[in-house]
């Protein structure tokens, strides 16, 4: 006897049913191995680890444990930023058993703090050196530390308050923005890089501006560090 075309239809869902069963089955019984065989970190690691394997918007980076400045960002993997303490001009993380005095201020003429994040998408720095920050200046470029061009932010703006500086040779080099000192507040600068999908921010004190060269060159050398071996 044929059988009839509902009959047909149970058989195939009836064998298509075993097969999700043995498929589910043989997929639970692998997850015990490649939980073992997988490669797994902890949550987070003492500030004495070494070097974590962190990739940031694609770029894949080796940074030391100890520079980094927030506990929950203290971990491998794919992480959206992360936020470092590094001491100049040896760029090397601070000792962890260091502590000010509570009456004393935290010193920041020896270090220098670097933001690594994934881009947001806004133009890089150098696409706003000609179209963002023009709108913003006041006057013409004027002479800057050891050659730089300088140029000032209009008050009312986003970035009063603030002056511009930049290689005019090579602007994609070295192009900052540092605020002025006000009372005891120092002036500090930001320098970013946009790096593929990826942005760093360094800041560091306005005063070092006098040797921006070394500090070009010392912000090159600390990429290359934390990428090496990537």
Not at 37 to 62: K, S
Request: charged share 20%; proline share 11%.
């Amino acid at each position: 006897m044929r059988a009839g075309p509902h009959q047909v239809g149970w058989s195939l869902l009836s064998v298509a049913l075993k097969a999700a069963l043995v498929a589910a089955v043989l997929t639970l019984a692998g997850c015990p191995i490649a939980y073992i065989l997988w490669p797994r970190w902890p949550d987070a690691v003492p500030l004495d680890a070494p070097t974590l394997p962190v990739t940031v918007g694609g770029m894949a980076l080796n940074v030391p444990a100890a520079a980094i400045r927030v506990a929950r960002q203290r971990r491998a993997g794919a992480q959206e930023r992360i936020d470092l303490v590094l001491l100049w001009p040896s760029l090397e993380p601070p000792d962890p058993a260091a502590r000010p005095a509570p009456d004393e201020p935290p010193s920041l003429s020896d270090r220098i703090f670097v933001t690594i994040a994934k881009s947001d998408g806004t133009p890089p720095p150098s696409e706003r050196i000609n179209t963002i920050y023009p709108r913003y200046t006041e006057g013409a470029p004027a002479a800057g530390p050891d050659g730089l061009r300088a140029q000032a932010f209009r008050k009312d703006t986003p970035y009063q308050n603030e002056d511009l500086f930049y290689d005019a040779a090579a602007p994609d080099r070295f192009l900052v923005r540092c605020t002025r000192q006000a009372g005891i507040a120092p002036g500090i600068c930001l320098h970013e890089q946009r790096i593929g999908n990826t942005d760093v921010i360094v800041r560091f004190p306005r005063d070092w501006l006098h040797d921006w060269r070394a500090v070009a060159a010392n912000i090159d050398r600390l990429l290359a560090k934390l990428r090496a071996g990537r």
